[in-house]
Structures are given as structure tokens and as C-alpha cells.
């Protein structure tokens, strides 16, 4: 009786957004093959189009048998219950009273079951219940924890809405077992105050998790460096300091967060360091940090040229590390008999090119590389700076020109040295001079005059930038191929700061900004988990779409009263519609068909 309910106590306008089905079909080895995809029409002007929101492939029992298996090697022993199995035959039939039958306590569920789901995965229930013993308090804090971080990931906001709002609206109170009046924004404060000791255990204890779930290599280390900044003073964190600004925000004062990932973009630790610090003072202290923390090891330390100083590399060189970072634009000029000399290049993808060269010592290999695209982008910003600088001195000479009194020269001289500052990329191709002339009533002349070695060594190094390495076997493909993975880490700074909110920070308390962006890198790890277990499963890498596509699947009451007066409540999961079922299918999945009520509420509903 009640699982024939829910094919019609869906709650009315839950699923406005219908998600429909496409396929494509191939033929393969003499058999055709038909992968679908789950498509959401968008209207763009006046125009609906299909945006794919996940690639489903083979939709056959063999894909479902891979997806079960992916699922138990995650999850573990951890086994969900069947998708709405169909109820026992035996359960006595109670008459109810169908009119008045009803819905209560509607609450979103698949986003937050998925994320305990993976919370579990990762075991960190458990790890955090022997970090953070039981003692007297109402709530275990390693729960609190979760609340934190599953909150983080699900739907980013202060411990204030978190316990105001939110919490109340999902299903974590069945999940958790917590009820939501215990959830308050003291016991959520004091929750990241419990959190933050952990925090090396925690990483340590990730770093062996994920590398048994996705079989990962710690060979090849990312590192780089952002900066987020405070909404107000932060009087009292001595971290919080004005500095390079990668948010924009050089008003705000900032603290400086510096990231170690793997070549896959997984996390294997952080160091937060204060805001005015600058990137290449703090390459020793991290490779010694996560050296004592995973032991010492032949790793390969890949970092941009914003860490690269001669001390940096000496030390790294000295102390047998390998290293293989960018260089600052200025060591082209080393190399512009080489970049000239059209020998020797070799492609490493279409519209990249590579040169490999030898140190002057002998120690170091470096390679020179030059891409078509990053030449044309080069040369549009050249071009936009200098229509820029010749339009400010075209107007700046007409305003000498026909000035009726003598100018003040430092004046001038200022403006011309912001013009220039606003304009750095294409300043050095100008030679420009004031000239004092008594016969023209401003006083002075203006003159300038462009330098063609200027655009002759731009027409060579556009689009041109240069590797340094000492790892003597590796050919210049393999350099660039494992330097473009610093993409991974940059991604890993987008996701905190946009997906997972990490910026502003409005704590002010140096120790809550801490356990602030703790609970972000974790919420991190549960992102960076999903996007693995999505990739494997071919869902593409968009944890945030599985997201939201789970989120609308809701919990609901349903209240049965029978013809002898009493009330059945049956918490039970909405049944997911197509396209949903279909995510769960290739995550290999089973949605829980039915929550189990607290004891006192299911005797209070059946009196």
C-alpha cells in the first residue's frame, strides 16, 4: 500500500524542470551501440536549445554491473538498500482513509544523502569519532563536523543560515539523527574550535583514503598560491595583511592560501600564510612541511614562474629535488638567438611547438615553447595597449599644442607616468620626451618616437615562454604536457573560492579563519570525490550538476489516518523521476525508499 502511494504523493511542483533523454547511435565491430545522454532544454532568446547536462553512455545491464562494482569499490561494505524494492506480500493490509490523506515536512534529500554518502566513503565519520572522542556534550562534535562541511558542499553559507534554515530543510536530521533543534550557530562555532587541532591528522589520514579509492601516485606535486580577502579589519588575526590582491580587492586585507595537489587535482595539504608574504619565500617552508608530514621521497615539484627565484632553484638543486617550473618573462632574452633559429623545433600538439635546450652549466635542461594561440592573444593585447598609448599622446600633444600659458612640467611628467603604468605591456616600445621650447606658450614639446627592435623582438617572442627543469631524461613534451597540468591546481583555487564560497571571509577570530577554510578543503575532497567517482562512471566532471539534479529528490511524511482513528507516518524518499533515477543508475546507486522515524514521533503519529 504505501509504495503504491508514492507513484502519486509526489509534491505538487517539485520537479518543474523536466529532463528528457537523447541518443546517439554507432556502429562498432559489427554491432551497433546506443549511449544516451541526459539533456535540459534552456531557452536562449527566443530559441530553446538542449544542454547536456550528463553523458549516461550504454544504458545496458553490463554498464549497470560496472557501475555496481565502481559504487562497491568506493563505498566499501557500506551497502544502500534496494531502489524502492517492491514491498513484502506478507504485511497485514490496514484500511486507510485515502481523502484524507496527507504530506508533511517535505525536505531536500538527494544532495545532502550523496554527500554523507561520501562523507562515509571517505570513512571520516569514523576517523573523527577517534579524533574527536565523546565526552559530555549533547552533540558528538565529530557530527557537528559533518553538518559543517555537508553544508559547505551542498549549499555554501554562514553557521547562521546553516542553523537557521537550512539545516531545517533537509534530511540531514534522519541521516544524522540530530534533531534540528539542537543545531545552533554556538555549537556550530564551537564545532570548527574541536575541528582545527585535527587538522594535519585529517590530511593525512585523506591523503591514504583517496590514494586506496582512485589508486593515486604522489610522484608529481602541484603547487601555487592564491590569496582571499576579508569583508572588515581582521584586527585581531595577525595574518591578515594587504597584499597582491589575485581577487582584485587590494582595499581588503588578506591572508595568502598555498595549495599541494596531485597531477589529478587531488588535495594532499595547505598552509595558510599572511596576506603581504610573497609566493617565492614560501616554496622552502611548504616542501619541508609536507616532506615531515608524508616522508621524503623522489618527487617531482611542478610550480609557475610567480615561485621561480635563483635561491629557490639553487636550494631545490643542492638539497637533490626535482622541480619543473616557468620563468618569468624576462628569461626569453637569454634565449633569443634560439627562439630565432627556426631548427629543432618539434611539435607536442597541434599549435604548440617545443625546443629543448641545454643549461649553461650543464645541470638544467630548458625548454622553449611557442603556441599559435597564445601568440595571437599576445599580439591582440599589444595591439589594444598600443592604440591606447598613441591615442592618450595624440590628445596629450594636441593639449600642449594649444595651451595659451605655460604648463607645469611635473604635472605632465606625472600623467605621463601612469599612462604608461596602466599600459605596461607595450610602455617599453616608446621613447618619449618632454623637450623645453620657449617659442610656444606651453613651454615644452612633446615627442615620441616608437622603437622598431621593440617590434621586431615582439614579433619573436609573441606567444613564446620558457621551462626550466632538472630532470635530465624527460623529452620537451613530456615537460609541457606535466607543466600544463598546473591547470589542475588553479581549478582547485577556482572550486574553493566560487563553488565552495572559501572567499569573503567574514570571521575575524584568527583561529575561525583557519577552521573557515579546514572546512572548505574538506568540502573540497567530498567535491574532488565525486568528480572521480562521475569521471569513472562517465558522467563527465561536474560535481555541481549531480548536485543539483539530486537535490530536488525530496523526503516527505506520508500521514495515512485509518478508519479506526489512529494515524500511520511513513517517512519515505519521493520517487525519482527519469532522469534522476538514470544518474543514480550510472553512479550505481539505491536511493533509500523509506526513513526510519524517531521512536518518540512514531509512537506519538500512531496513538
Known amino acids: 500500500m504505501p509504495t503504491k502511494l508514492l507513484d502519486f504523493v509526489r509534491p505538487r511542483g517539485a520537479y518543474e524542470e523536466q529532463d528528457v533523454f537523447a541518443h546517439t547511435t554507432r556502429r562498432k565491430d559489427g554491432k551497433v551501440h546506443t549511449y544516451w545522454r541526459l539533456v535540459r532544454s534552456v531557452r536562449v532568446g527566443r530559441k530553446v536549445v538542449q544542454q547536456t547536462v550528463a553523458h549516461l553512455g550504454e544504458l545496458d545491464a553490463q554498464g549497470r554491473a560496472r557501475a555496481k562494482a565502481l559504487a562497491h569499490a568506493i563505498l566499501g561494505t557500506r551497502e544502500q538498500s534496494d531502489l524502492f524494492s517492491p514491498p513484502d506480500d506478507g504485511d497485514e493490509g490496514i484500511p486507510v482513509r485515502l481523502h484524507r490523506l496527507r504530506l508533511e515536512r517535505g525536505r531536500t534529500f538527494g544532495n545532502v544523502w550523496l554527500g554523507w554518502t561520501l562523507w562515509r566513503a571517505l570513512r571520516l565519520d569514523a576517523w573523527l569519532e577517534r579524533l574527536i572522542p ?18 559547505r558542499l551542498c549549499e555554501p553559507s554562514s553557521e547562521l543560515h546553516i542553523a537557521e534554515d537550512w539545516y531545517r530543510q533537509t534530511a540531514l536530521e534522519d541521516l544524522l539523527a540530530l534533531p534540528a533543534a539542537l543545531v545552533n550557530d554556538d555549537r556550530l562555532y564551537r564545532a570548527l574550535d574541536r575541528l582545527l587541532p585535527h587538522k594535519t591528522a585529517l590530511e593525512q589520514h585523506l591523503v591514504g583514503r583517496l590514494g586506496e579509492l582512485f589508486a593515486l601516485d604522489y610522484d608529481l606535486l602541484l603547487y601555487d598560491v592564491t590569496s582571499t580577502y576579508f569583508e572588515g579589519q581582521a584586527v585581531r588575526n595577525p595574518l591578515a595583511h594587504r597584499g597582491y590582491s589575485r581577487d582584485h580587492r587590494p582595499d581588503c586585507v588578506q591572508v595568502c592560501l598555498a595549495l599541494v595537489v596531485t597531477r589529478e587535482g587531488m588535495p594532499l595539504g595547505y598552509e595558510v600564510f599572511p596576506g603581504n608574504r610573497t609566493d617565492v619565500t614560501t616554496v622552502e617552508e611548504i616542501v619541508e612541511t609536507m616532506e615531515a608530514r608524508y616522508g621524503l621521497a623522489q618527487r617531482i615539484w611542478v610550480m609557475d614562474r610567480g615561485m ?141 618616437t616608437a622603437r622598431p627592435e621593440w617590434d621586431d623582438w615582439a614579433r619573436w617572442s609573441e ?91 525530496q523526503s516527505t511524511d506520508v500521514v495515512l489516518p485509518t478508519t479506526d482513528g489512529r494515524e500511520l507516518r511513513l517517512r519515505c524518499v519521493v520517487r525519482p523521476d527519469a532522469a534522476q533515477a538514470a544518474l543514480l543508475d550510472r553512479l550505481g546507486l539505491d536511493l533509500p525508499q523509506r526513513l526510519r522515524i524517531p521512536s518518540p514521533l512514531a509512537q506519538t503519529a500512531q496513538m
Request: hydrophobic fraction near 40%.
Open 134 to 151: 565523546t565526552g559530555r556534550e549533547a552533540v558528538p562534535w565529530a557530527t557537528m563536523a559533518a553538518v559543517l562541511v555537508l553544508a
Open 308 to 448: 621561480t627565484s635563483e635561491d629557490n632553484l639553487t636550494w631545490l638543486r643542492d638539497t637533490g629535488r626535482r622541480y619543473l617550473v616557468g620563468t618569468p618573462k624576462s628569461e626569453l632574452r637569454k634565449w633569443a638567438r634560439q627562439i630565432a633559429d627556426g631548427r629543432d623545433w618539434a611539435a607536442v600538439r597541434d599549435g604548440i611547438e617545443a625546443k629543448r635546450c641545454v643549461g649553461p652549466d650543464g645541470a638544467e635542461t630548458f625548454v622553449l615553447i611557442r603556441s599559435i594561440e597564445r601568440r595571437e592573444k599576445e599580439q591582440a593585447i599589444h595591439a589594444r595597449f598600443i592604440r591606447r598609448i598613441e591615442e592618450a599622446l595624440a590628445r596629450l600633444g594636441r593639449r600642449i599644442a594649444h595651451a595659451r600659458r605655460p604648463l607645469d612640467r611635473g604635472r605632465l611628467e606625472r600623467q605621463l607616468g601612469r599612462l604608461l603604468a596602466h599600459t605596461s605591456r607595450a610602455a617599453g616600445r616608446y621613447v618619449i620626451d618632454l623637450v623645453a621650447d620657449p617659442s610656444v606658450p606651453a613651454g615644452v614639446r612633446l615627442v615620441w
Open 463 to 553: 606567444g613564446c615562454y620558457v621551462l626550466r627543469s632538472n630532470i635530465p631524461d624527460w623529452s620537451p613534451e613530456e615537460l609541457w604536457r606535466t607543466y600544463v597540468q598546473l591547470t589542475e591546481a588553479e581549478a582547485a583555487f577556482r572550486i574553493h573560492k566560487s563553488e565552495l564560497s572559501l572567499r569573503p571571509i567574514w570571521h575575524q577570530r584568527a583561529d575561525r579563519v583557519q577552521a573557515h577554510i579546514l572546512v572548505c578543503f574538506l568540502a573540497y575532497v567530498l567535491w574532488k570525490t565525486l568528480e572521480q567517482w562521475q569521471r569513472r562512471a562517465g558522467l563527465g566532471q561536474s560535481p555541481r550538476t549531480i548536485l543539483e539534479e539530486l537535490r530536488r529528490i
